[in-house]
Every structure is written in structure tokens, then in C-alpha cells.
């Protein structure tokens, strides 16, 4: 009771009830058991007899898992279970709409548009997967330092190990991770059914939840299973079937995305992001002469920006980096004196400034654009559902971990149902899924909240708001302690 007790304090009481009752539940369940070795009570067995009865009839397949979303989350999330041995017995299938992806060891020719910062955890992630040494033997750029700055002042910040050698992220493009994770994953047993779209869900009421989640593919099949993760996006009919709100907003902005040409070799081991009066622009490092961009700004301007000639684009992204905006007087006296201050604290203490790399090209076909947007689903759990990825959560790309909080949710859920599965216990029950639910939305609201609030600060050229974050910028930057607390943050 302490557990739920625990819960009550966190979760709505209409939840707290569906826990309550589902332990009792079980409790019932346990004392029905036989005693055969392996602790298989009465009511557990109804999936397999069900089973049984549907490959008769061979309308409607059950399977234990269904994982709905054949992205990098989703086929993380697939490779996460079918490799592990909890999950060895278990009848597992990825639904993905799209086709298969091409994938060759060989990486192709020309850089994708498409890139992802991958944190030391994501790389952990893949390591355990036995699909980090796949993506290196593609492509991959280690990033060194990360640099930000703000164009209205003076003030930087910069993370870095303390040693220029260490990586702090790792730069790949989209489709070799998604390529690396689908080879990976024809490796496990793990079902995979592409071009396969679900047409109408149908969860279990909390009244009795012990039923199954019913699917019809829109090729006509029929599947039932004890567990649907939703790994179908920020627009997932998972969430939207099962009557989840999502709450959140577009930012009336769009991020530009291409990848750039630099005017001459350089070590690019830098990921450079300046926050300007119109968004905020990212170079991100490929190779010693490419880096890819990321720049949010206004829609109409970004209209302009991916169909203007190239030169004129160029020249916009030069300028984005190496502009010097005005500064307000109040703002310029009170860095200064800022800066005064932390000399004294700290004599030994440099401001290790360095000058991003100039733009000469951009490859062909590169440019794009895509819409930007705040969202977060009111829950992430039900009876038989748990959402995972862009289905739970979607933030602004500033800070480079949208995908990163995904492949976390993939590390979390396969512990709590690995838990789930060694005590006996109901992987699609509360009891089980509301410890994923916990222990994400206390690691991803916080991080959320700072990069919306990060944004909007950074949004404005007002002397009062820029002083402010003049300020507290520096400050952040001199204060290890602080700064470190952030990178522990933005890595895990």
C-alpha cells in the first residue's frame, strides 16, 4: 500500500482507483496459482488460449506487443525488446506505415538534411543495441564544444569535458541511425509488418481493464494484443483513439534545415548555436568542410529563405552568424561590470571565445523547412497503452534533444516491463506503466519548461530582457558547479 500510496500524491484519484483495483487483482490471481515452477496464474494463460482460437479462425492475431510507429524511437523501442532476454517468449510486432528503409553499409553519397545530436546516453543506448559500431562504420562526427552566444551582447556560454578530445554529442544523420536500428532489428524476433496502417483502435474500458487492446489494419486484418506503444508521432492516432489530450502550441515559426559548405577545412569539432532577435540559428559539424544548419525563424521569412538562389542564402547565413547587433548602453555598462566582477573571483578565469567558420555553398536540394511546436500529452499511460517519442512529448529543437527524450523513454519502458515480466505481473496493467509515466514526465517537464522558457527569453531585443539574460548567461558560464549541472541534464 505504501507504493500506491506514493502514486496518490502524483496521480489523478480516478487513476489512483484503476491501480488500487488492479492490485487487488493480481493479488487474486497470485492465490489461484499452481504451483508449477514458473508462478503462470489461471488468468494469464488467456491470452495464449485466445490465440489459439484466432489462429483457428485466422481472423485475428494476438500478439503480446504491438509497437505502432516504425520511426527511430519505435524501431529502437522494437530492438530494445527483441533483443533482451525477458522478452524471449514474448510475440512481438512493429506496425510501420511506411516502407522499409534503404539501408546499405556503404554510406551514400550526399549528407541528408536530416541529423540528430546524439547524447552519451542515446550512444549507450546503441552500444547496448549492438548498433553504435553499425552507425560508426557509416558516418558519425564527434562535437567537442558547444558554443552559444547571444547577438544582442556579449555573453556566451560554452560546455565542453575539459579536454577538446572528449565528445559531448555525436552528429548523424537520420537514416543511418533509422538503417543501423532496422538491420539490427532483423536480427531479433521481433515481427515487422511495413505499409501497414491501423484504421480503428479499440482500448479496454477502466472497468475492466483486463481485456485486450483490439486493431484492424486498414488491409482488413484484425490483431489483438496486451500492450500498444504509440510511436507514431506528434500527430499519433494512438494518443488520439485513446482520448488523451494533448496540450501545447506551435510557435508560429519554421525550422530551415540544409546543409552548408564552409569557405575552407577547418577541425570542425563545434557545434555553434547564436541566439538572434528572430530565433535562434545552429551549425551543427558533418565532415572538416560541411555542417548542417538548423535556424528557426518567422514562416514567411523562411518561405523566402529556401527558395531564394543560393548566393542570396549564403549571404543571409553569414550574416545570421557574423552580424553585430546594436547593444543598449545600460546593457553594454552593466557586462562590463559583470565581467569585472568575475575577474576578481576568479583571476585565473578566461572567456574562451572562438569565431564560427564562414559559408560558401550549400549542397543542392538540402534546403527545407518544417513546422515548429510545443506539445505534451496529458498522460503517457493507460490500460494496455503507453506512448514513447514525439507521441508523448515534442519540444523546440534549440537544444538539440528531441529525439534523445525519445530513445530515453525506450531505456525506461523496457525496464519498468522487464520488471513487470520477472515478478509475473501484467505488462499492460497501471501498476506497471505508471512507473514509465513517473519516472519520464519527472525528467522531461522540467527540460521542457526550460527550453520553452529559453526561447521566449531569447525572442525579444527589449534592453530590460536582454540585460537580464546578459546577466545570468555570464554567470552560468563562470559558475562550473551550475554549468555542469546543466550538461548532466541535457546528457541523460
Same mark, same amino acid.
Given at each position: 500500500?505504501?507504493?500506491?500510496?506514493?502514486?496518490?500524491?502524483?496521480?489523478?484519484?480516478?487513476?489512483?482507483?484503476?491501480?488500487?483495483?488492479?492490485?487487488?487483482?493480481?493479488?487474486?490471481?497470485?492465490?489461484?496459482?499452481?504451483?508449477?515452477?514458473?508462478?503462470?496464474?489461471?488468468?494469464?494463460?488467456?491470452?495464449?488460449?485466445?490465440? *489459439?482460437?484466432?489462429?483457428?479462425?485466422?481472423?485475428?492475431?494476438?500478439?503480446?506487443?504491438? +509497437?505502432?510507429?516504425?520511426?527511430?524511437?519505435?524501431?529502437?523501442?522494437?530492438?530494445?525488446?527483441?533483443?533482451?532476454?525477458?522478452?524471449? =517468449?514474448?510475440?512481438?510486432?512493429?506496425?510501420?506505415?511506411?516502407?522499409?528503409?534503404?539501408?546499405?553499409?556503404?554510406?551514400?553519397?550526399? #549528407?541528408?538534411?536530416?541529423?540528430?545530436?546524439?547524447?552519451?546516453?542515446?550512444?549507450?543506448?546503441?552500444?547496448?543495441?549492438?548498433?553504435?559500431?553499425?552507425?560508426?562504420?557509416?558516418?558519425?562526427?564527434?562535437?567537442?564544444?558547444?558554443?552559444?552566444?547571444?547577438?544582442?551582447?556579449?555573453?556566451?556560454?560554452?560546455?565542453?569535458?575539459?579536454?577538446?578530445?572528449?565528445?559531448?554529442?555525436? +552528429?548523424?544523420?537520420?537514416?543511418?541511425?533509422?538503417?543501423?536500428?532496422?538491420?539490427?532489428?532483423?536480427?531479433?524476433?521481433?515481427?515487422?509488418?511495413?505499409?501497414?496502417? %491501423?484504421?480503428?483502435?479499440?482500448?479496454?474500458?477502466?472497468?475492466?481493464?483486463?481485456?485486450?487492446?483490439?486493431?484492424?489494419?486498414?488491409?482488413?486484418?484484425?490483431?489483438?494484443?496486451?500492450?500498444?506503444?504509440?510511436?507514431?508521432?506528434?500527430?499519433?492516432?494512438?494518443?488520439?483513439?485513446?482520448?488523451?489530450?494533448?496540450?501545447?502550441?506551435?510557435?508560429?515559426?519554421?525550422?530551415? &534545415?540544409?546543409?552548408?559548405?564552409?569557405?575552407?577545412?577547418?577541425?570542425?569539432?563545434?557545434?555553434?548555436?547564436?541566439?538572434?532577435?528572430?530565433?535562434?540559428?545552429?551549425?551543427?559539424?558533418?565532415?572538416? %568542410?560541411?555542417?548542417?544548419?538548423?535556424?528557426?525563424?518567422?514562416?514567411?521569412?523562411? *518561405?523566402?529563405?529556401?527558395?531564394?538562389?543560393?548566393?542570396?542564402?549564403?549571404?543571409?547565413?553569414?550574416?545570421?552568424?557574423?552580424?553585430?547587433?546594436?547593444? =543598449?548602453?545600460?546593457?553594454?555598462?552593466?557586462?562590463?561590470? &559583470?565581467?569585472?566582477?568575475?575577474?576578481?573571483?576568479?583571476?585565473?578565469?578566461?572567456?574562451?571565445?572562438?569565431?564560427?567558420?564562414?559559408?560558401?555553398?550549400?549542397?543542392?536540394?538540402?534546403?527545407?523547412?518544417?513546422?515548429?511546436?510545443?506539445? =505534451?500529452?496529458? #498522460? #503517457?499511460?493507460?490500460?494496455?497503452?503507453?506512448?514513447?517519442?514525439?507521441?508523448?512529448?515534442?519540444? =523546440?529543437?534549440?537544444?538539440?534533444?528531441?529525439?534523445? $527524450? !525519445?530513445?530515453?523513454?525506450?531505456?525506461?519502458?523496457?525496464?519498468?516491463?522487464?520488471?513487470?515480466?520477472?515478478?509475473?505481473?501484467?505488462?499492460?496493467?497501471?501498476?506497471? $506503466?505508471?512507473?514509465?509515466?513517473?519516472?519520464?514526465?519527472?525528467?522531461?517537464?522540467?527540460?521542457?519548461?526550460?527550453?520553452?522558457?529559453?526561447?521566449?527569453?531569447?525572442?525579444?531585443?527589449?534592453?530590460? +530582457?536582454?540585460?537580464?539574460?546578459?546577466? !545570468?548567461?555570464?554567470?552560468?558560464?563562470?559558475?562550473?558547479?551550475? *554549468?555542469?549541472?546543466?550538461?548532466?541534464?541535457?546528457?541523460?
Amino acid at each position: 500500500m505504501q507504493f500506491l500510496k506514493v502514486f496518490s500524491r502524483t496521480l489523478p484519484q480516478c487513476r489512483f482507483r484503476v491501480l488500487l483495483t488492479e492490485n487487488v487483482k493480481i493479488h487474486h490471481r497470485f492465490l489461484s496459482c499452481q504451483s508449477t515452477g514458473r508462478f503462470q496464474c489461471m488468468k494469464e494463460v488467456e491470452p495464449d488460449q485466445k490465440e *489459439k482460437q484466432n489462429q483457428e479462425d485466422n481472423q485475428t492475431k494476438f500478439y503480446d506487443i504491438v +509497437i505502432a510507429g516504425g520511426g527511430m524511437v519505435g524501431t529502437a523501442m522494437a530492438c530494445a525488446l527483441g533483443h533482451n532476454l525477458m522478452f524471449e =517468449h514474448q510475440k512481438m510486432l512493429l506496425l510501420e506505415s511506411g516502407s522499409k528503409p534503404s539501408f546499405c553499409n556503404e554510406p551514400p553519397g550526399a #549528407y541528408s538534411n536530416r541529423v540528430s545530436a546524439l547524447n552519451p546516453q542515446t550512444v549507450e543506448l546503441m552500444k547496448k543495441l549492438d548498433v553504435w559500431n553499425r552507425i560508426e562504420d557509416t558516418r558519425t562526427k564527434s562535437v567537442c564544444r558547444m558554443q552559444v552566444w547571444d547577438a544582442c551582447s556579449d555573453a556566451l556560454i560554452t560546455f565542453d569535458q575539459g579536454d577538446l578530445t572528449i565528445s559531448v554529442a555525436h +552528429i548523424v544523420e537520420n537514416d543511418i541511425t533509422l538503417g543501423a536500428l532496422t538491420n539490427r532489428l532483423d536480427e531479433s524476433n521481433v515481427e515487422v509488418q511495413y505499409s501497414s496502417r %491501423t484504421k480503428h483502435i479499440e482500448f479496454p474500458t477502466q472497468e475492466d481493464a483486463s481485456q485486450l487492446v483490439k486493431i484492424q489494419l486498414d488491409n482488413g486484418k484484425f490483431i489483438e494484443t496486451r500492450l500498444l506503444i504509440g510511436a507514431d508521432g506528434n500527430r499519433s492516432k494512438n494518443r488520439e483513439s485513446a482520448g488523451i489530450k494533448n496540450v501545447g502550441w506551435d510557435y508560429d515559426q519554421s525550422g530551415i &534545415v540544409a546543409t552548408l559548405m564552409l569557405s575552407e577545412p577547418v577541425e570542425n569539432t563545434v557545434a555553434w548555436q547564436r541566439f538572434l532577435p528572430s530565433g535562434p540559428i545552429a551549425m551543427l559539424p558533418l565532415t572538416d %568542410t560541411l555542417s548542417s544548419l538548423v535556424w528557426s525563424i518567422d514562416h514567411d521569412k523562411a *518561405k523566402a529563405l529556401v527558395s531564394m538562389p543560393e548566393e542570396e542564402f549564403v549571404d543571409a547565413v553569414n550574416t545570421a552568424f557574423w552580424k553585430d547587433y546594436e547593444s =543598449h548602453d545600460v546593457v553594454h555598462t552593466a557586462s562590463n561590470m &559583470v565581467d569585472n566582477l568575475l575577474r576578481l573571483v576568479n583571476p585565473d578565469g578566461s572567456d574562451f571565445r572562438q569565431l564560427p567558420p564562414s559559408i560558401i555553398g550549400v549542397t543542392e536540394g538540402s534546403r527545407a523547412r518544417f513546422p515548429l511546436g510545443l506539445g =505534451h500529452a496529458s #498522460y #503517457y499511460v493507460k490500460p494496455r497503452l503507453a506512448l514513447i517519442g514525439d507521441a508523448a512529448h515534442r519540444i =523546440h529543437p534549440l537544444a538539440g534533444q528531441g529525439v534523445n $527524450l !525519445g530513445f530515453g523513454d525506450v531505456i525506461s519502458l523496457t525496464s519498468k516491463l522487464a520488471e513487470a515480466l520477472s515478478v509475473g505481473g501484467d505488462i499492460g496493467s497501471l501498476l506497471h $506503466l505508471c512507473k514509465y509515466e513517473t519516472e519520464r514526465q519527472r525528467h522531461i517537464v522540467p527540460i521542457m519548461a526550460t527550453i520553452d522558457a529559453l526561447k521566449r527569453l531569447y525572442s525579444t531585443d527589449r534592453p530590460e +530582457i536582454v540585460l537580464l539574460r546578459t546577466v !545570468g548567461l555570464k554567470l552560468t558560464n563562470a559558475l562550473q558547479p551550475l *554549468k555542469n549541472q546543466f550538461m548532466i541534464g541535457a546528457s541523460s
